[in-house]
């Protein structure tokens, strides 16, 4: 069992920045693909970022929504079991609930994958015109 539990949400103009902190109980976190996901009032929980980890290779995979390529950053440490998401240029259709999430399968399937191994229950980010 792993739990996830987001904080770093708040209140903050457009144009501003937050990062968001996924602390994760795992010993192992290097075996779960990490993401970030987000849910609007009134809509559909949407894919923000995912991150691989780094593998045998030692190179991490990191793939963005496109409303959030370029001013969205998500990283790791494992050796912290942490996942951070650094957004900068908010916009205030980026108000939403935000989501920490692991997964067994690979990175690249978060975007599409509907279920998820584990969830944390979500911190509000509201971004302010």
């Known amino acids: 069992q792993v739990q996830l539990v987001e904080s770093g949400g708040g209140l903050v103009q457009a144009g501003g920045s937050l990062r968001l902190s996924c602390a994760a109980s795992?010993?192992?976190?290097?075996?779960?693909?990490m993401g970030w996901f987000r849910q609007a009032p009134g809509k559909e929980r949407e894919f923000v970022a995912a991150h691989s980890g780094s593998g045998i290779s030692g190179s991490a995979l990191t793939y963005y929504a496109d409303s959030v390529k370029g001013r969205f950053t998500i990283s790791r440490d494992n050796a912290k079991t942490m996942v951070y998401l650094e957004m900068s240029s908010l916009e205030p259709e980026d108000t939403a609930v935000y989501y920490c999430?692991?997964?067994?399968?690979?990175?690249?399937?978060?975007?599409?994958?509907?279920?998820?191994?584990?969830w944390g229950s979500g911190t509000l980010v509201t971004v302010s015109s």
């Open positions: 795992a010993r192992t976190l290097e075996l779960y693909a």
């Open positions: 999430a692991a997964s067994r399968f690979a990175a690249q399937t978060m975007a599409t994958r509907k279920t998820m191994d584990y």
